[in-house]
């Protein structure tokens, strides 16, 4: 009884996926500093569990400690009037959602809960000092750090008797029939138990790094602040309208009236302008660079609404320069426009912020980053399952491949993609997501009728059919090149069966009759091939970029090596490459608005590699920049050996046929801070100078004229050309 007092009359601890729960209330009730009975957290509660692990609990094989976490994961879930608890929603702590976790048979007893729960609360600096960890400052930085911790860890279950053995400061996992004599240290795994292994490879088998934050940040203001201002400067000639109008007016009244006008206008401009810039990354990890794109949204629509905007002037430039403007004859205060940043963090989160990752675990950190970034006091956590979402950002198709039956050429002239889509039920389906981000979420009950129209809309007959009739086209495409299907006694619908079933499947039947339609095998076969390949259709998984697409695409992808197997029924241009991170950029440009910026960090093979000849060709069709990083000597990884380059591109034909690049950038960590803003200087280089997959990496104008005096010469320039025995340095 005295635990359950104590665990709900401190309404701090919760429980969520992943442990996620717990994370979260251990930072908001230490950020907000909101206490319920003046009670403190841990020294009310952790501090009774150190006793009990030092000196031994009552009842330790109980689990009265699991049950109290359990209730107060839902007096925050659902609210709890009585003890002063809002109501919080969200999905964190939804018992429905977490259902394993809710069965009594998984209890965890107070013997190892208690552990886990000072081991959140606390550290252990040395033996007998235990520090309280401060969750005030949590940032997306801690949950980056915690992930590529978990990436290094895999679960087993022991097929014999295991002995984990601690050694040189090593934890070592053997067969106890290999282990000798059995000390008191070490602890005995039974058969069909489970551990954890800890394998440092994991992390670089899966090519996950977590990106520094003056990365992330120099990356995010070269693309996504990039495109706010390009969207600001076209609101300017509006500007310049009321700028004349402000000069002319007689009195103050006239004055006030204009500014107020003015006001409104710009609210229009946010509305319309800025939270319907939609950012995506594709691999999203814990997600750090979604909540610096948070941030920089937030920021940049204070800075408007206050007539502030800088326009940047780093090493990528804007096209046009911005008109001169006497913004002094704008200042006056309108007490009618929300200045809070709280509130506007809440809106962009929910209508800009966009991210997937095949790491079901990397989603809901990057739901908890977010979270944490976009929490108000008293208020629930906001509606994100819309827009974050699992799956392989590769492993799909566009709306416009389903035009066409799988292996069939083209004619000539790309098809109308309404011809054979139903252009209102995808407008229906549009106007679906608008309403449902009409409402702001500083109602529980505003979170709740987000989460049952999105509930609705994924059980949309039109929607889940043509999912299902894409993944069919994905399944087609695959069995051309190995026969997968014929030799799993499928049928192989032809290319008429094929566009009937594509009609069909936007009839809006039932499940049953679709299934019946599809036949049971081919239809189970469709959910097998969903699940066991992490299908995602962009399109159709976020519906609101059909007919347009992300305005900014950001990110850290995997640098893996891949069989070109794999996703050989996809048709990549890059497939050749055979590696996620070059799959990943020709997917993210195929995914983002014309005239807009994407920026990605990749390993410099990118500009070196023979394999890479086919991602570069995509890349020069537009305007690119490229900034090459050396690991010596200081490196832009702390935990990892690897060169890389900054891709910056803008989704624009390359009518100059230039690439902009840098030398390979070497520097001491004590230049660090000048990383971006002194050391990276770019130069243009002709496309003409890229000469088997070879990018000459230099950055000042000795060097360019240098090479272009080689490119000129006669005799010289031909070898240069023409050199395939050796690599050529520049």
């Given at each position: ?87 919080y929603d969200g999905g964190l702590f939804d018992p429905s959602e977490h259902a394993f976790l809710s069965d ?201 609404l206050q007539c502030k905007v800088t326009i940047s002037n780093g090493p990528i430039k804007h096209d046009k ?410």
């Open positions: 009884r005295r635990v359950k007092v104590r665990w709900r009359k401190v309404w701090k601890e919760g429980e969520g996926r992943e442990g996620g729960g717990g994370v979260w209330c251990f930072f908001f009730k230490q950020k907000t500093a909101y206490e319920v009975y003046q009670c403190d957290w841990s020294s009310d509660v952790c501090s009774s569990d150190l006793e009990w692990i030092d000196n031994g609990m009552p009842n330790p094989d109980g689990t009265d400690l699991w049950t109290a976490f359990r209730d107060l994961c839902i007096a925050i879930d659902q609210g709890d009037s009585p003890l002063g608890i809002p109501e009594a048979a998984n209890q965890l007893t107070n013997q190892y809960f208690a552990k886990v729960l000072c081991r959140l609360g606390y550290f252990q600096r040395r033996k007998n000092l235990e520090i309280k960890i401060n969750y005030r400052d949590l940032s997306v930085r801690s949950l980056g750090s915690l992930y590529e911790g978990i990436l290094e860890y895999k679960l087993f279950i022991a097929e014999e008797d295991m002995v984990i053995r601690k050694a040189d400061k090593k934890v070592k996992i053997i067969p106890q029939s290999q282990a000798g004599t059995i000390k008191k240290s070490d602890r005995v795994v039974e058969k069909g138990f489970v551990y954890f292994s800890q394998d440092a490879r994991e992390r670089h088998d899966t090519g996950s790094y977590y990106t520094p934050e003056d990365v992330v940040n120099y990356m995010v203001q070269n693309s996504v602040r990039l495109g706010l201002e390009e969207r600001w400067m076209e609101f300017l000639p509006r500007v310049q309208r009321y700028e004349r109008e402000l000069k002319l007016a007689v009195n103050e009244d006239i004055r006030q009236g204009l500014l107020k006008k003015f006001d409104r206008e710009l609210l229009q401009f946010v509305e319309e302008q800025i939270l319907t810039f939609k950012v995506m990354d594709p691999a999203m990890g814990s997600g750090h660079f979604l909540v610096n794109s948070l941030n920089t949204i937030t920021h940049f629509i204070l800075e408007a320069t911005p008109p001169e403007i006497n913004w002094e004859l704008f200042e006056h205060d309108n007490p009618e426009v929300d200045l809070d940043p709280v509130n506007w963090r809440r809106r962009v989160v929910e209508k800009c912020i966009f991210g997937i990752d095949i790491n079901a675990l990397a989603t809901e950190l990057a739901k908890l980053s977010l979270w944490i970034a976009s929490a108000a006091e008293r208020k629930p956590l906001t509606f994100l399952n819309h827009h974050l979402k699992s799956g392989d950002s590769v492993m799909g198709v566009r709306l416009k491949d389903l035009l066409k039956y799988p292996g069939k050429e083209e004619n000539g002239s790309e098809p109308d993609l309404f011809e054979k889509i139903h252009a209102a039920d995808i407008a229906r389906i549009k106007k679906q997501f608008e309403q449902l981000l009409a409402a702001g979420s500083d109602d529980p009950e505003n979170v709740f009728s987000k989460k049952e129209s999105y509930g609705e809309i994924e059980k949309d007959p039109f929607l889940k059919h043509l999912k299902d009739t894409a993944t069919l086209w994905l399944m087609i495409s695959f069995n051309r090149h190995n026969n997968w299907m014929i030799k799993a006694g499928l049928p192989v619908p032809d290319e008429k069966t094929y566009f009937d079933l594509l009609e069909a499947a936007q009839l809006g039947e039932d499940e049953e009759g679709w299934q019946q339609r599809l036949g049971t095998d081919l239809y189970n076969t469709i959910r097998r091939f969903e699940q066991e390949k992490s299908v995602f259709h962009w399109e159709l998984e976020l519906p609101e970029i059909i007919v347009g697409g992300f305005d900014a695409v950001v990110g850290n992808p995997p640098y893996v090596d891949i069989s070109k197997k794999y996703y050989e029924g996809l048709y990549l241009e890059s497939l050749s490459s055979s590696n996620l991170y070059s799959y990943i950029i020709e997917k993210s440009l195929n995914g983002l608005r014309y005239d807009n910026f994407l920026s990605l960090i990749v390993p410099m093979s990118i500009t070196c590699s023979k394999r890479m000849i086919s991602i570069q060709r995509i890349l020069f069709n537009y305007k690119t920049s490229i900034a090459t990083y050396s690991e010596r000597l200081s490196k832009i990884f702390k935990n990892a050996e690897q060169k890389v380059s900054i891709i910056i591109t803008k989704k624009i034909k390359n009518i100059k046929e230039v690439l902009k690049t840098t030398k390979i950038i070497k520097w001491y960590s004590s230049e660090r801070k000048n990383l971006f803003s002194k050391l990276s200087k770019y130069i243009d280089m002709p496309l003409s100078f890229c000469i088997n997959y070879e990018i000459p990496r230099i950055s000042d104008k000795i060097e360019y004229e240098i090479l272009t005096s080689f490119f000129k010469h006669p005799t010289l320039g031909s070898q240069i050309k023409s050199y395939k025995k050796h690599k050529k340095i520049y």
